[in-house]
């Protein structure tokens, strides 16, 4: 069983679209990171939260603690946002749970 | 902005040979980590330190896998005699409390 679950797996969208990816997790967290993967590899961490909301230019992240999910959304989406998107927990200990994340792919 | 680094960014290996990862963490974090990342899976916790002991650490962090700040800056991952399936991106992070920051990663490949 997967601890932490990502929709959709891959998301393709044309420039400027609104983008929205779900994260869900099935038990109890003390916090969640959103991270983005480039094709070369590199993790950047985007967003950590624990409650409501975080807007970070135009990237914005939710969570909701009581119903288990977090999502990330992108405004006015740009060929350079394409990347793989990462939701990660912390189960209440230290180490990170990653989610299996979401590949985006933004189309001029 | 203080970043956290990591050399070298793509490490060759024969299977058997030892290996040392190294990553210089940001300089007031407490709180080391390493991950790896199969190529197409994803991203899995092998170990965390903190106070120059091991905190955490997953089933993957066998007996063939040690880790070490043999000085202020650094922090280092060992793998004794790799095997195969050691192929990965292996990725350090480092916090001060609780956000953590990824280094960009070294791709380890054993042959």
């Known amino acids: 069983k997967n601890e932490v679950e990502q929709s959709p797996q891959n998301l393709t969208a044309q420039e400027g679209e609104f983008i929205t990816i779900n994260c869900s997790y099935s038990?109890?967290?003390?916090?969640l990171h959103w991270l983005q993967q480039h094709p070369g590899g590199g993790i950047v961490s985007l967003f950590m939260?624990?409650?409501g909301k975080k807007k970070h230019g135009r990237l914005i992240a939710t969570i909701n603690i009581q119903e288990k999910h977090s999502s990330l959304h992108i405004t006015a989406s740009h060929p350079r946002d394409s990347a793989v998107y990462i939701c990660?927990?912390?189960?209440?200990?230290?180490?990170?749970?990653f989610g299996t994340g979401t590949r985006l792919t933004i189309i001029p | 902005e203080p970043e956290v680094t990591q050399t070298p960014s793509h490490q060759v290996t024969q299977m058997g040979q030892e290996v040392i990862l190294r990553c210089v963490p940001i300089?007031?974090?407490?709180?080391f980590y390493w991950y790896r990342q199969i190529l197409g899976q994803k991203v899995e916790f092998l170990v965390s330190?903190?106070?120059?002991?091991?905190?955490?650490k997953s089933e993957i962090f066998d007996d063939q896998f040690s880790v070490e700040r043999p000085d202020g800056s650094n922090f280092t991952l060992k793998i004794r005699s790799t095997k195969l399936e050691d192929s990965a991106m292996y990725f350090c992070?480092?916090?001060?409390?609780?956000?953590?920051?990824f280094g960009p990663g070294t791709r380890l490949t054993v042959l």
């Open positions: 038990v109890g967290i003390s916090a």
């Open positions: 330190f903190y106070n120059n002991e091991i905190s955490e």
């Open positions: 300089s007031n974090h407490l709180y």
């Open positions: 992070a480092s916090s001060a409390f609780d956000e953590q920051f």
């Open positions: 939260l624990s409650s």
């Open positions: 990660a927990v912390y189960l209440g200990n230290e180490k990170l749970t």
